[in-house]
């Protein structure tokens, strides 16, 4: 049996999706679901679909506790779907090459603190670029640089807005994600 753990801050889009992806398979499980907001949405996907749920304050998240936690619960794979705080150190080193994030653009353009959702399809605009995309990539201790993994590109036209842009990277996330997690964890 292979576990992830999935952190999230935000709506839980992919949460959802990599759920749905992953039921019918008896050998991969959302052990549980890290948030480090208690508004999220997020957080009624996960009770929703019957997935333990952790909560998490920054001293806690960025002490040995919560590192000895996520290794008691044994998990292969720890995937980023739309969290928003940096990963401590301690983190990265207990489980080197285990933790991925996904991004929405073609990294390493726009990407970095402060580039997250809605900013990087308004930067991707703005620069009037003719295409985007996403990127899945190790984590390491900076935002957005650790090695790229996967990428798929989308064309975007003259006229599209930040929020088309956006409409276009959920499809690709919703079609890709899942199957780099899958091909990951069979490679593991």
Not at 56 to 64: A, H, N, R
Not at 154 to 170: F, N, Q
């Amino acid at each position: 049996m292979k576990r992830l753990a999935v952190f999230v801050s935000g709506g839980g889009t992919n949460l959802q999706r990599i759920a749905e992806y992953f039921a019918p398979n008896q050998d991969v499980e959302i052990a549980c679901v890290v948030s480090n907001n208690k508004d999220a949405y997020a957080n009624q996907r996960a009770k929703n679909l019957g997935i333990p749920l952790l909560l998490v304050e920054k001293t806690y998240f960025t002490g040995d506790l919560f590192v000895e936690r996520m290794k008691s619960l044994d998990i292969d794979l720890i995937v980023l779907a739309g969290f928003l705080w940096l990963i401590p150190q301690r983190l990265i080193e207990a489980f080197p090459n285990k933790i991925i994030n996904i991004h929405p653009a073609l990294l390493p353009k726009y990407g970095g603190k402060g580039f997250y959702g809605h900013h990087v399809h308004e930067a991707v605009v703005a620069a009037h670029e003719k295409e985007s995309g996403i990127t899945v990539h190790y984590v390491n201790e900076h935002y957005d640089s650790g090695n790229i993994i996967f990428q798929a590109k989308v064309a975007l036209s003259e006229t599209d807005t930040p929020d088309d842009v956006a409409a276009k990277i959920h499809v690709l996330e919703q079609e890709n994600f899942p199957l780099v997690i899958e091909k990951l964890l069979l490679a593991k």
